[in-house]
C-alpha cells in the first residue's frame, strides 16, 4: 500500500511542476520589446482612438510618436507604428502572450494576423495558433 501512495505522490508532484511550467507560457517582455525596437520607419498614421475586433473586443490606444500603449480587450498592449503597419505585444505581467502584425488598409481599418507565443526564445511562435485579425476604428479618444 505504502508503494501505491509514493508512486500517486510523485505523480502529483510531477503533474504539479507540469502546471508550474505551463504558468510561464510565453516569452519575457524584454524579448518582445526588443522585436519593437527593430520596427523603426518614421510612422505614417495614427491609430489613437478607440478600435473594435471581433475576436478581442475593445480597443482603446494611445500613441505617443510611434509608441502605442492601451488595452485590447482583456490585455495591456505594447507596441509601435512603422510607416503603415502596426506591430503590437499582448502581455500579462512580464510575459507576452501574443503579438499582432497589422497594416492599414484604409483610415478605418487594420489588418493582419496575431499569433500566440509559445516560446521562451526570441519569437518562435506555435504557427498554428496564428489567426487574421482585423481591427475597425470606432472613436477618436476625448
Known amino acids: 500500500m505504502n508503494s501505491k501512495n509514493d508512486c500517486f505522490k510523485t505523480i502529483l508532484v510531477i503533474c504539479f511542476g507540469f502546471f ?82 497589422l497594416k492599414a488598409s484604409d483610415d478605418k481599418t487594420l489588418k493582419g494576423s496575431y499569433t500566440k507565443c509559445t516560446s521562451l526564445d526570441q519569437f518562435k511562435a506555435d504557427s498554428s495558433y496564428t489567426r487574421s485579425m482585423s481591427i475597425i476604428f470606432v472613436s477618436p479618444l476625448r
Open 20 to 101: 508550474l511550467v505551463s504558468c510561464q507560457l510565453g516569452i519575457p517582455m524584454s524579448e518582445g520589446t526588443k522585436w519593437l525596437d527593430s520596427k523603426n520607419d518614421k510612422p505614417e498614421i495614427s491609430i489613437a482612438g478607440a478600435w473594435t475586433a471581433e475576436e478581442w473586443g475593445t480597443a482603446i490606444f494611445k500613441q505617443e510618436g510611434k509608441n502605442i500603449t492601451g488595452m485590447l480587450g482583456d490585455y495591456p498592449v505594447k507596441g509601435v507604428v512603422s510607416g503603415t503597419s502596426i506591430y503590437l505585444l499582448m502581455y500579462n505581467k512580464d510575459r507576452v502572450e501574443y503579438f499582432a502584425e
